[in-house]
Nanobody, 127 residues
Framework: QVQLVESGGGLGQPGGSLSLSCVAS????????MGWYRQAPGEQLELVAT???????HYADAVKGRFTISRDNAKNTVILQMNSLKPEDTAVYYC?????????????????????WGQGTHVTVSS
């Protein structure tokens, strides 16, 4: 079993900062790409930022220069630092990761790579 658990978020001021963290736990063998997505009320899910295993990053145009994604491979963690917040950043933010998990069945190990999602954390930007 693999779980992605997010923390952080909450209420932020316009121009202020918030930080989101996501930890992968359980039967994790390795993690590939990790990322953050968001869904604003009445809108579709959209990509915010992604980071590859060795640090290559990609950002949505709406957050470039304001948000920074990073990861700690030893801790199976991805972090989204959000600066210069805007009201339009208000959304539910979801962590995403490509995880290779293992299972031990009668001393035989099985491996499977799947995409996992966190439960979502609310970010509200308002004065």
């Amino acid at each position: 079993q693999v779980q992605l658990v997010e923390s952080g978020g909450g209420l932020g001021q316009p121009g202020g900062s918030l930080s989101l963290s996501c930890v992968a736990s359980g039967s994790v063998l390795s993690i590939g790409d990790m990322g953050w997505y968001r869904q604003a009320p009445g809108e579709q899910l959209e990509l915010v930022a992604t980071i590859a295993t060795f640090g290559d990053t990609h950002y949505a145009d709406a957050v470039k220069g304001r948000f920074t994604i990073s990861r700690d491979n030893a801790k199976n963690t991805v972090i989204l630092q959000m600066n210069s917040l805007k009201p339009e950043d208000t959304a539910v933010y979801y962590c995403n990761a490509d995880v290779t998990a293992y299972r031990d069945i009668d001393d035989v190990f099985y491996f499977n790579t799947s995409q996992y999602w966190g439960q979502g954390t609310h970010v509200t930007v308002s004065s």
